[in-house]
């Protein structure tokens, strides 16, 4: 069975910083691109960013909101991709979700950004 | 505007075929794979179509995607009641280098 699990969310005050983790089961994950995207509540899905396999690469794309305040990796040895999120806004306040496009999404981890 | 093109609401009574659409561009849709994607209310998105027309195990094959130049369509054959939900588009843009998603099309089966 295909599962990918979040962990890491909570609050945090803005400025702060937070790591988000998926544990991905079930499929080839060496060969995976995977994605982080994200939904603020009564809102649309909005892409945070994606890291290829390392076979191709191994590169990230970040969408504009983010770009330099996040930074997504992967440990092939352990299954899971990471988003380690930096400077973080009241906007960012939302469920994360990671995602395989080909494959499955995860279950989401909720992070609330609040003083 | 990183977002392609949905209409806001679908409607159709059950046993109906509903179709959604999803509009881009030529750096997107026109020349990447398109995914589609259902959300329950209160739940986590759930992948409904890959690559164009491709049904994950699982999935219905009342649910079936196509696509032609720029634009991605979605349809529902046989509509239920629990096919009410919110249905998203999704493509990689070659140009802005992001992963582009539609503003999402709720379903209501009347």
Redesign the interface.
Known sequence: EVQLVESGGGLVRPGGSLRLSCAASGFTFNDAWL?W?RQAPGK????VG?IKSKSTGGTT?Y??PVKGRFTISRDDSKNTVYLQMNSLKTEDTG?Y?CLE????????TLVTVSS | QSVLTQPPSASGTPGQRVTISCSGGSSNIGSNNVYWSQQLPGTAPKLLISRDNQRPSGVPDRFSGSKSGTSASLAISGLRSEDEADYYCAAWDDRLRIVMFGGGTKVTVL
């Open positions: 994605s995207v649309g899905l909005e892409w994606r794309d969408a504009a469920i979700y496009m080909t494959v499955s999404w995860g279950q989401g």
